[in-house]
């Protein structure tokens, strides 16, 4: 496992999210403003692409029906659902200004 090279840190504006792709894989990314988080980009309820969601704090609001994730823990933060799992989320590292992953 190890860190992967996604963009510069200055291509994710702040409270925005952007969709990352490793082969089938893809990941939402997002600038906080605080700092940069990912989740896999499929919202647990019916498959929203969260990347696009509206990023306040650390959690992000999906496009589809605005269901709130939580972006450091994976989460619904919003409803209050019992049994719904959480999705993965990954590692993230800004070094000069640089993002990386790491990909499990
Ligand atoms: S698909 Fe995300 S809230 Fe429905």
Known sequence: MSWTRVTESENI????GR???FGDLS???F???ERFLAVENRCPHKGGPLADGIVGGTTVTCPLHNWKVCLESGSISKPCQE???SITTYPVM???G?????IV
């Open 13 to 16: 504006p702040p409270r925005e």
């Open 19 to 21: 969709t990352v792709r």
């Open 27 to 29: 990941i939402a990314l």
């Open 31 to 33: 600038n906080t403003g």
């Open 83 to 85: 049994g719904i799992p």
């Open 94 to 96: 800004v070094a000069d």
């Open 98 to 102: 640089v993002v990386f992953l790491k």
